[in-house]
T-cell receptor, first 113, second 111 residues
Framework: GAVVSQHPSRVICKSGTSVKIECRSLDFQATTMFWYRQFPKQSLMLMATSNEGSKATYEQGVEKDKFLINHASLTLSTLTVTSAHPEDSSFYIC?????????FGPGTRLTVT | DAKTTQPPSMDCAEGRAANLPCNHSTISGNEYVYWYRQIHSQGPQYIIHGLKNNETNEMASLIITEDRKSSTLILPHATLRDTAVYYC????????????FGAGTRLTVKP
């Protein structure tokens, strides 16, 4: 089946620094990937849609200059949280579209201290 | 996309069938019903989807009412490992439509 990986699985960074999260489709090519954020005890909230070779589309209320998304190849999308603050601490999940299905990565737990 | 309504939580005894309801009264004719689940601190896992016919796979069965305004996900023999949050999502099944999650149902399978 289609597998999506994320790296790292957990990251702790200091306030003011930037952190990059990778999302890879391991056995298929994905022209479209999605990034979600999930706070404790809440549902997944779509942050942005990442299209290979073009600019990402951000959901209302998501700062595109803070959450930089790059989809440089058909198997890799990256999310960079710039100038991270403690309120950015969350569970970040990516998904990749394959045929008509979406496959989700295992998530990345970001803690900003 | 149409919205869905699910009970916030349910309990089920281990070995019994778990029946998770979902209301989607404003579903459009070209929208599919998808079910995902999320075990704690993991990414969502696809379970099953359907348009109007009932569907079954190795994980679960999906029963969709004739008017398509509601559906039920059935886990025939729930195990402790089925404890998770279950999300019912309706979406149009083409192009690059994203998957938008509601609050889901927290299913707890008890020994």
């Amino acid at each position: 089946g289609a597998v999506v990986s994320q790296h790292p699985s957990r990251v702790i960074c200091k306030s003011g620094t930037s952190v990059k999260i990778e999302c890879r489709s391991l056995d298929f090519q994905a022209t479209t990937m999605f990034w979600y954020r999930q706070f404790p005890k809440q549902s997944l909230m779509l942050m942005a849609t990442s299209n290979e070779g073009s600019k990402a589309t951000y959901e209302q209320g998501v700062e595109k200059d803070k959450f930089l998304i790059n989809h440089a190849s058909l198997t890799l999308s990256t999310l960079t949280v710039t100038s991270a603050h403690p309120e950015d601490s969350s569970f970040y999940i990516c998904s990749a579209r394959h045929s008509y299905e979406q496959y989700f990565g295992p998530g990345t737990r970001l803690t900003v201290t | 996309d149409a919205k869905t309504t699910q009970p916030p939580s349910m309990d089920c005894a281990e070995g019994r069938a778990a029946n998770l309801p979902c209301n989607h009264s404003t579903i459009s004719g070209n929208e599919y019903v998808y079910w995902y689940r999320q075990i704690h601190s993991q990414g969502p896992q696809y379970i099953i989807h359907g348009l109007k016919n009932n569907e079954t796979n190795e994980m679960a069965s999906l029963i969709i009412t004739e008017d398509r305004k509601s559906s039920t996900l059935i886990l025939p023999h729930a195990t402790l490992r089925d404890t998770a949050v279950y999300y019912c999502i309706v979406r149009v099944d083409y192009n690059n439509n994203d998957m938008r999650f509601g609050a889901g149902t927290r299913l707890t399978v008890k020994p």
